[in-house]
């Protein structure tokens, strides 16, 4: 089906692959004894690196657009960090692209634009800092902004299974574009028919299966418990970091996601959301906030409107608000 945004979908989802396959490699060089002296060296060269790919594929077939990313290159460009300069050269080179520091350099800061512009890409270069050096879940995170609507996402998970598709493949990319459903991708495959993705047919509150973050620091879960009690829930719930929990509800392995405020002036960044939230919307799902509000992308780099993040299958959004609202 023909829906105008075959190019920026396409565009999108190689992005992400190439990006995938440099952090993997990185991924793969971390040890216990670098966790253990808390060395953030791998996770800051490939999310650097991730960058950089993606918004050089975005500028050489859009050129004329904007790019809302998470990082920038100032830090790089000191002289203590020309170690970090070289490692992140020499993770793109490998991928066969042709670069230089500099280039590289350039590529990284294409992502500094506020969020102002009528259309926008927005990026998580790695989202799930501490689940990619646990060597657990992480994402990375695409998703094409137009007035406000997100119209395209590429939402990568390398260490994602498969499940039961292409033989529980490891590694998946669920794409959507606005309107035309979500597909889930094999990260490591090429030629094959990508598969259609829906969420779970779960209406009973004691059945809900809710997924948190891993990180107290980025949801309460003390509120989550209170909120999983007002449901009666007792199926059992799942941690799991990054923009993989979206997937997760998308592909109807949970029917909840919550992410309740810890701070009351917190507000949550564009680009830890957009990627999932159209892949959930257009796999049958419903996100808005704590309040029940759509989330507004209107407002720049931030949800600066909204207050929290709630994702459901859509049969469950209204009892979950409840729940949220009854526990706060």
């Known amino acids: 089906m023909s829906h105008g945004y075959e190019a920026e979908l396409k565009t999108a989802v190689e992005a992400v692959k190439r990006a995938s396959i440099i952090c993997r490699t990185v991924q793969s060089t971390i040890t216990d004894e670098a966790l253990e002296k808390k060395d953030l060296s791998p996770v800051t060269v490939a999310d650097y690196a991730s960058q950089a790919v993606i918004c050089k594929a975005l500028r050489d077939a859009f050129p004329d657009d904007q790019i809302v990313a998470e990082e920038d290159a100032r830090e790089l460009r000191e002289d203590e960090n020309s170690a970090f300069r070289a490692q992140i050269l020499k993770e793109i080179q490998a991928t066969g692209t042709e670069a230089t520091e500099e280039s590289v350099l350039k590529w990284i800061d294409f992502g500094n634009h506020d969020g102002s512009a009528e259309r926008y890409w927005t990026l998580d270069p790695i989202d799930g800092t501490k689940g990619f050096l646990r060597k657990e879940q992480f994402a990375i995170s695409l998703a094409l902004i137009e007035n406000g609507v997100i119209q395209v996402a590429a939402l990568a998970c390398p260490n994602l299974s498969a499940r039961d598709a292409w033989d529980n493949a490891q ?158």
């Open 171 to 328: 590694g998946v990319v669920l794409s959507a574009v606005k309107g035309n459903g979500a597909q889930l991708n094999p990260l490591d495959l090429d030629g094959v028919t990508p598969h259609t993705v829906r969420v779970s047919s779960t209406k009973s509150k004691s059945a809900a299966r809710m997924c948190e973050s891993v990180e107290s620091g980025h949801s309460s879960h003390d509120w989550s418990s209170r909120v999983r009690e007002q449901l009666n829930s007792s199926a059992d719930s799942v941690r799991l970091d990054s923009q993989a929990k979206y997937a997760v509800v998308a592909r109807g392995e949970a029917d909840v996601y919550l992410r309740l405020p810890v701070r009351a002036n917190y507000q949550e960044k564009i680009w830890d959301h957009a990627g999932g939230v159209l892949v959930v919307e257009e796999a049958g799902g419903t996100v808005t906030d704590v309040d029940g509000k759509p989330l507004d992308f209107s407002q720049g780099a931030t949800l600066k409107s909204n207050r929290g993040v709630v994702v459901t299958n859509g049969l469950l959004h209204d009892d979950v608000i409840k729940a949220i609202q009854a526990a706060e």
